[in-house]
């Protein structure tokens, strides 16, 4: 059974920084897509940001310069380095792993900033 774990999350002030993390139980994880996503309360699913099997990213418009997003895939792991954070990045975040056909979401990490 495929898990994704995501951790990292928690309660920020403006500017601040926070690193979450999705480890994940995917067999040969180098091949694999990755994307964090985000749900703020009564908005929308939208792409934060995402790496491909050959480490290019893509940012959402509203992180670029802020956000960075990583991979190890030695570790199974990607990683999202947020920084500058705004109150507007407060939500639910999480991870999802794609290949062709096949798709597995996190269960999602709680991100805060307020002061």
């Known amino acids: 059974q495929v898990q994704l774990v995501e951790s990292g999350g928690g309660l920020v002030q403006p500017g601040g920084s926070l690193r979450l993390s999705c480890a994940a139980s995917?067999?040969?994880?180098?091949?694999?897509?990755l994307d964090w996503y985000r749900q703020a309360p009564g908005k929308q699913r939208e792409l934060v940001a995402g790496i491909t099997s050959g480490g290019s990213t893509n940012y959402a418009d509203s992180v670029k310069g802020r956000f960075t997003i990583t991979r190890d895939n030695a570790k199974k792991t990607v990683y999202l380095q947020m920084n500058s954070l705004k109150p507007e990045d407060t939500a639910v975040y999480f991870c999802?792993?794609?290949?062709?056909?096949?798709?597995?979401w996190g269960q999602g990490t709680q991100v805060t900033v307020s002061s």
């Open positions: 999802k792993s794609r290949y062709g056909s096949r798709e597995y």
């Open positions: 995917l067999s040969i994880f180098s091949l694999w897509h």
